[in-house]
């Protein structure tokens, strides 16, 4: 293999450098007393060596980057309804800023029918569902947030359903809905059926632990972005999030301070393994570095020594 011939593009300009340093030899070697050739043999294969473990010390510093390529084509209620008057079209321009499209649900997941033709993509008989009545709001979404219907249905609020009192889409809205965080839980949003004061209670004692699950989230994010194996770390962080924010459907303060422990036990055991795992990607960077730098030292002072039998 002829390294020159090697086509190099993910590395910093440096790692260049130190490449075109170790540049092998010409495989004819010009006329020259019988010591220079005895020299020069062996100073070839240092180089190749030098210049093989350049490319490996480079690839253990630069993090391998994971590109996916999103090809999901958008169901025909999308394609349909955004050219139709703003009546219509509105919810499709809500549900785009949301977290329902953020994951890939279109209409049909909640709605049903055949997202791929529009002959029958609001046909009952191909599981076209439409919209709920109020009281089966609830069990309209909870055929995804089972958990969290429950949560709802044992609370004050799923006590008053049908009764004047909230739904889901309430607080987390129909089509535009957003993330679960403790911005929901406000008294702008929670003044318009109550005052706010048992939610504020909840609010200020979840606020210690929203925390940690954000600052985790982030730091998930990171490593995945660098193609580290985050899925076990994902789902138990996932089961900790929903049982923390499914507490509030409850309503009730005492049980979530009973049950909050242990969900921040949760969290700072997923925050351990995500410690140990910057560890280990700290010190194989700071090993690549000074393998990196050794390196280039050998390919200089070989460079140098290989100049004096030109």
Request: charged share 25%.
């Amino acid at each position: 293999m002829r390294y020159q011939d090697t086509k190099i593009s993910l590395f910093p300009v440096g790692a260049k450098q130190a490449f075109h340093l170790l540049r092998p030899l010409p495989a004819r070697l010009p006329k020259r007393a019988k010591h220079d050739k005895t020299v020069l043999s062996p100073l070839r294969k240092l180089l190749s060596f030098a210049k093989l473990m350049m490319f490996i010390a480079v690839i253990l510093i630069l993090p391998s980057q994971t590109c996916f390529a999103e090809g999901v084509a958008e169901p025909v209620c999308i394609q349909c309804h955004s050219k139709l008057p703003e009546k219509y079209s509105k919810p499709v321009e809500l549900w785009r800023g949301s977290i329902h499209a953020e994951n890939g649900i279109f209409c049909n997941g909640c709605h049903g029918g055949d997202p791929k033709d529009a002959a029958v993509a609001m046909d009952p008989a191909h599981g076209f569902l439409g919209v709920p009545k109020e009281t089966a709001i609830p069990a309209f979404c909870g055929r995804c947030h089972v958990g969290v219907m429950k949560d709802y249905l044992k609370s004050a609020h799923g006590r008053m359903l049908g009764k004047g009192g909230p739904t889901c889409v309430t607080c987390h809205s129909n089509h535009h809905v957003v993330k679960a965080t403790l911005d929901l839980i406000s008294e702008k949003n929670c003044s318009r059926c109550h005052s706010f004061e048992r939610a504020g209670l909840i609010q200020g004692a979840m606020k210690e632990t929203e925390t940690m699950i954000i600052s985790i989230d982030g730091r998930i994010g990171s490593l995945k972005k660098i193609g580290a194996d985050t899925d076990k770390l994902e789902k138990e962080l996932f089961a900790a999030r929903n049982s923390f924010h499914s507490m509030f459907h409850n309503v009730n303060v005492e049980l979530f301070k009973k049950e909050s422990a242990q969900i921040t036990a949760d969290l700072k055991k997923i925050k351990a393994a995500l410690d140990r795992k910057d560890a280990a990607n700290q010190k194989r960077k700071i090993a690549g570095v000074a393998v990196v730098l050794f390196l280039l030292l050998i390919a200089v002072v070989l460079h140098l020594f290989k100049k004096t039998y030109d």
